[in-house]
């Protein structure tokens, strides 16, 4: 397995344009974890789905925010308008409960 | 409420030097701790879990439960574990499954 598969690698965008990051979880796993990074927070969790139904999305920092799972193998995080404060390092992970955590190589997002 | 917290933002040692990187959490009930690292350029993965009891690259973390806190441990750094290290918490049942982190430690190990 190729591991968590995230698109794309690094986003540049201007203030007030769409953005949407996509995770591809391993095969099999059942949850499936949006975190965001940044250096004066840390690792943030955003949303987390299991069995692609959202459990927890009091992460999500506002209506700007949303993420969806229409099946196992695909989720998206979309953020609508962008600012220059969501400017971060998008983390997607996935797990067979209550197994390990798999991380993707994250999505840089820049917004200018 | 569920709470991670790693001290120090950057620890600097000399290669050979004893290494701790502090955690101390905040939690109700019995949680599991783990701690995940990030080398430079690649993804965050796990290093270890309390109740695995392992040592990993040569680290170990205890839970003290008295005290709330899961230190790693390594008593000889090497260049090679400059990184990222992030302390991170789960819940036990119901729907806590989320890992809660703490906002990592970086550590430079220097020659």
């Known amino acids: 397995d190729a591991g968590v598969i995230q698109s794309p690698r690094h986003e540049v965008t201007e203030m007030g344009q769409e953005v949407t990051l996509r995770c591809k979880p391993i095969s099999g796993h059942n949850s499936l974890f949006w975190y965001r990074q940044t250096m004066m927070r840390g690792l943030e969790l955003l949303i987390y789905f299991n069995n692609n139904v959202p459990i927890d999305d009091s992460g999500m920092p506002e209506d700007r925010f949303s993420a969806k799972m229409p099946n196992a193998s695909f989720s998206t995080l979309k953020i609508q308008p962008s600012e220059p404060r969501d400017s971060a390092v998008y983390f997607c992970?996935?797990?067979?409960?209550?197994?390990?955590?798999?991380f993707g190589e994250g999505s840089r997002l820049t917004v200018l | 409420a569920q709470r991670v917290t790693q001290p120090e933002k950057l620890l600097s040692v000399f290669k050979g030097a004893p290494v701790e990187l502090k955690c101390n959490y905040s939690?109700?009930?019995?949680?599991?701790l783990f701690w995940y690292v990030q080398y430079s350029r690649q993804r965050l993965q796990l290093l270890l879990r309390?109740?695995s009891r392992e040592s990993i690259k040569g680290f170990t973390a205890d839970l003290n439960k008295g005290e709330t806190s899961f230190h790693l441990k390594k008593p000889f750094a090497q260049e090679e574990d400059s990184a990222m290290y992030y302390c991170?918490?789960?819940?036990?049942?119901?729907?806590?499954?989320?890992?809660?982190f703490g906002k990592g430690t970086k550590l430079s190990v220097k020659p």
């Open positions: 309390h109740i």
């Open positions: 992970a996935s797990r067979l409960d209550p197994g390990e955590l798999f």
């Open positions: 939690y109700s009930g019995s949680p599991e």
């Open positions: 991170a918490l789960r819940g036990r049942g119901g729907s806590q499954g989320n890992l809660i």
